[in-house]
């Protein structure tokens, strides 16, 4: 019968095992590049469906691979898809489970030359070896999160090196980097300022600016500002260096761009732009606030260098704007020092 030829021709369960065993083997023991090259695709092959497998045979391997043959851009990209892949493996496959990433994750939060690794690969060009060491950085970074915050810490010019990906003018690079800075900043005062310290809010502002800002930018706009409240937040040190960097500038023009579009005819706009631009300003009226929060240290300085630089004036002009929506009107009639400042 039919089906019975297919059974024939699927290999048993056992077999694969040994086809694994086999290739973990090769990459272990070849000293030719293209003999480890063609047991890395081997294992590839297999790394979706088996990733228990795969990962008790030849994780090792594979992160020798990247230390030995770091130079040969192929054989690259061809492991870190593979280590991609056993962080995502196939939700039916009969060996996915949570304890996989986690497991890959101590290897490579073990040994600091790990994480170290791949913050090298940001130093080349190729894009895939870029993107792909961003994505492994954040799998595992979401796996293991302090020693991972921790090993990037301790990683020379570990940070310096992040931030400045922000900087690729390709987008799908610098978005991982945004990404991975988002996930990397909620918690650590420390690691919150070593970035901040690398022109992490010009860098970001810069973003914003080429993406369309607040009316025309897309999520990559409401992601950025996420990133900034995560620098800003309870960070008196970060919100000094704010001001001090001429960052409250930008805030006023972004506040100003919510109700001045400088266009004569407003023309409609579809449902799914509005809801974003919406989630955007929100995202702005929240970062404006980690400034004001009453009796902190630095408040009155912010304060001070809102009202000279007219974010105040234009918070009251977002108010009383017809342009703006009725939800965003009542937030900032909430901020902390409106009312005072309203009726003097």
Known sequence: TMFSSIAAAAPAKQSVGDTITVLSGRLGS??????????????????????????????????????????????????????????????????????????????????????????DFLETNDFYSRLYSLQLLVAILAAR?????????????????????????????????????????????????????????????????????????????????????NLLRLNPPNQSLFRESG??????????????TGKEEEEEMAGWAQEQQNRNIYALLAIIRLFLVPGAVGTSQNQAAFWQHGVLYHALQVAFS?????????????FPGYHKVHKD
């Open 30 to 119: 070849a000293t030719l590049l293209e003999d480890r090259r063609a047991a890395i695709l081997g294992l590839r092959s297999f790394a979706k469906d088996y990733p228990a497998s795969v990962a008790s045979g030849a994780l090792r391997s594979l992160i020798g691979c990247l230390s030995a043959d770091g130079e040969d851009v192929d054989t690259v990209r061809v492991v870190l898809e593979t280590l991609l892949m056993l962080f995502s493996p196939n939700q039916d496959s009969p060996e996915a489970s949570e304890d996989i990433a986690l497991w890959l994750a101590d290897e490579f939060t073990q040994r600091q030359e790990n994480i170290t690794l791949l913050l």
């Open 145 to 229: 999160t302090e020693r991972t915050e921790e090993c990037i810490s301790l990683a020379p010019l570990g940070i310096p090196r992040l931030v400045a990906v922000l900087d690729d003018r390709r987008d799908a690079i610098r978005n991982e980097a945004l990404t991975l800075l988002t996930y990397l900043t909620p918690s650590s005062t420390l690691i919150q300022q070593s970035v901040a310290y690398q022109s992490a809010f010009e860098r970001t502002f810069a973003i914003i600016e080429v993406e369309g800002s607040l009316s025309e930018g897309g999520r990559i706009v409401e992601d950025c500002l996420i990133f900034l409240a």
């Open 247 to 260: 960052c409250v500038g930008q805030l006023a023009k972004l506040l100003e761009s919510t109700y001045h």
């Open 322 to 334: 017809r342009k703006a929506e009725m939800p965003i009107r009542a937030e900032v009639r909430t």
